[in-house]
């Protein structure tokens, strides 16, 4: 306990912050966000040497070697192919200066230290995650029964009512249309603009925030 104080006071620990929006502009991710497509940010944890980027489609990981090196990775973690799973707040002790936040997209795990001060914040994340894990959860169930119900349809049809070979053709093309549009359309959700705008409301509740660590 007594090295967390310390580094805590000489300002080398790891511990992150709730960026403003006001200040997404001066972040590294920004620079990597597909505007083009509409993307846009909702909500970031910035420390010494990582960022944490949650947009509207994906999260961005800035990932820093340290906090002394300027050498960083860039990783994106798409909502329509990473299930959330596993999605936890540890709340801070007495003396601690930090709560811990959780969480798991596909097969990588996140354990991110705030500030504790930052707990409310950190509190909407928490349900917008549970939310997309959710609708991806609907989105699976939908698709599975996307594939069963052209099973169930095969089954029902006789190659020589299908007007021959080009009927053959027209048949498969309509259906293979149709079960796309199905599976990577209707049915996989990739825009989760509503999720955070219904439950990212404190962004901005904290009064005199920190500076952005190496801003």
Known sequence: MFKKFAA???G????GVIVSPADYDKVDADDYLFHEDGEKIFFLIKSKKDEYCFTNLALIHVDGDSAVSSKRMI????????????????TAGTIDMDVELKFSLGETGF??????NFIEQLKDIYKALIA???????????????VRTLDAMGSMLK???????AGVVSHY??????LNAAVLDRHTTRDYTRVFERYIHNITSTSAPPPIPGG
């Open 8 to 10: 805590e006071a000489l």
């Open 12 to 15: 080398i620990s790891d511990i």
């Open 75 to 90: 990783k994106r973690y798409e909502y329509a192919n990473y299930r959330v799973g596993y999605v936890a707040i540890e």
């Open 111 to 116: 354990s991110i230290d705030i500030r504790k």
């Open 132 to 146: 997309i894990g959710r609708q991806q959860v609907r989105d699976n169930i939908s698709r599975e029964n996307a």
């Open 159 to 165: 190659l020589n009512n299908l007007g021959g070979e």
């Open 173 to 178: 093309n309509a259906v293979l249309d149709n």
